[in-house]
C-alpha cells in the first residue's frame, strides 16, 4: 500500500548520507550554527515516489542517527481486535519480531484505515491506541496519535494524558502528530494543553516547531500576553515557516491594533525572506484595520 510503502521508505532513507547541495538550502538563520555544527543528523519528511514521506538528512535538526534496529516488536503482546467500525481487522494475537523489512511492512498493512471510521469517542478504538502506543515501530505510535486526534472526545483529559507523554516521544514524526492531535482535542484555553505544547516550541526539529506555533494559536486565548510571549522568540527561528506560523499565530492571538505585536511585526518586514515580509505586511494592516 501507499502508506505503508511510504512509511518503509522513510526507514530506508532516514540514515542516507547529507547532500551538500541540500545542506545549503536549510538556511537556518540563528540557529543555523548549532544545528550545521551537529550535520543535521536527522530526517525530516518530503514528497518521494508515490507521494509519500521520505526522511532525510537535510532537516532543521540537530538529532543524531543511531543504527536502525535489527528488530521491531511490540513492546507487549497485542491481544485486540480492532472494531468492525474501524473498517480494520488485526488478528488477535501480533507477536512478530520484525526482523525483516516484509515482516514490517506487513505489521503496518494491517494498520491501514485503522480508525477511519470509528465515531467520535469510541471506547474500543481508543483503548487499541494505547496498546499501538506501546509499539516499538514509530509508524504505529503515529497511527494512534492520529487516531486519538480524531475519535477522542473534545477535553478527554485521559487521551491528553497520552498525547502529552508522546509529545516527547523519540520520534519527531511522533511529536509531529501529538502535537496536532493535542490542539485538536484539547479545550481552547486550556492552561495545561498551551504549557504542554509550549514545550514542543524548543524542539530539535524544525517541523515540530512549527507544528507547535500553530498549536498555540488554535489553543491560546485572544489577547493573553503569556502566549504571545511565548511566540516571541519564534520570530527569530531559523525555519522561514515557523516563522510565517509565528506571524499567523500571533496575529489571530492580538486584541486590535495591540502595540506590542504591531512592532514585532514591523521588525519582520525586514526579513531575509520575502514571504515573511509579505505575511508580516498583510498581517500589520489586519491589526491597523
Known amino acids: 500500500s501507499a502508506c505503508a510503502s511510504s512509511a518503509q521508505a522513510v526507514d530506508s532513507a532516514r540514515f542516507a548520507p547529507p547532500q551538500p547541495a541540500m545542506l545549503r538550502r536549510c538556511n537556518l538563520g540563528l540557529r543555523g550554527a548549532r544545528l550545521a555544527a551537529s550535520h543535521l543528523t536527522a530526517g525530516r519528511p518530503s514528497q518521494g515516489a508515490g507521494g509519500g514521506l521520505v526522511r532525510t538528512f537535510h532537516s532543521c535538526t540537530n538529532r543524531r542517527a543511531t543504527p536502525q534496529p535489527q528488530s521491531l516488536a511490540p513492546a507487549v503482546p497485542l491481544l485486540w481486535q480492532v472494531p468492525s467500525s474501524t473498517g480494520v481487522h488485526l488478528p488477535s494475537r501480533c507477536f512478530a519480531s520484525f526482523s525483516r523489512p516484509q515482516e514490517l511492512h506487513r505489521h503496518r498493512k494491517r494498520l491501514e484505515g485503522f480508525a477511519k471510521?470509528?465515531?467520535?469517542?469510541?471506547?474500543?478504538?481508543?483503548?487499541?491506541?494505547?496498546?499501538?502506543?506501546?509499539?516499538?515501530?514509530?509508524?504505529?505510535?503515529?497511527?494512534?496519535?492520529?487516531?486519538?486526534?480524531?475519535?477522542?472526545?473534545?477535553?478527554?483529559?485521559?487521551?491528553?494524558?497520552?498525547?502529552?507523554?508522546?509529545?516527547?516521544?523519540?520520534?519527531?514524526?511522533?511529536?509531529?502528530?501529538a502535537v496536532d492531535a493535542a490542539a485538536a482535542i484539547a479545550r481552547p484555553g486550556d492552561d495545561v494543553a498551551v504549557s504542554k505544547v509550549a514545550m514542543r516550541l524548543a524542539d530539535e526539529d524544525c517541523f515540530v516547531r512549527a507544528r507547535a506555533v500553530v498549536a498555540l494559536g488554535v489553543l491560546g486565548k485572544k489577547g493573553d500576553v503569556e502566549t504571545l510571549a511565548l511566540l516571541d522568540e519564534m520570530f527569530e527561528d531559523g525555519f522561514v515557516p515557523v516563522r510565517k506560523r509565528a506571524i499567523e499565530a500571533a496575529t489571530k492571538l492580538a486584541p486590535p491594533r495591540d502595540a506590542s505585536v504591531m512592532a514585532r511585526l514591523r521588525r519582520c518586514m525586514d526579513d531575509a525572506d520575502r514571504g515573511v515580509r509579505e505575511e508580516a505586511k498583510e498581517a500589520l494592516a489586519r491589526l491597523q484595520a
Open 117 to 177: 471510521d470509528a465515531p467520535r469517542g469510541d471506547s474500543k478504538t481508543l483503548q487499541a491506541c494505547q496498546d499501538l502506543l506501546r509499539d516499538d515501530d514509530w509508524f504505529a505510535r503515529k497511527t494512534a496519535v492520529d487516531a486519538i486526534g480524531k475519535v477522542a472526545n473534545h477535553g478527554d483529559e485521559e487521551q491528553l494524558s497520552l498525547l502529552y507523554k508522546h509529545l516527547e516521544d523519540e520520534d519527531i514524526f511522533v511529536r509531529e502528530a
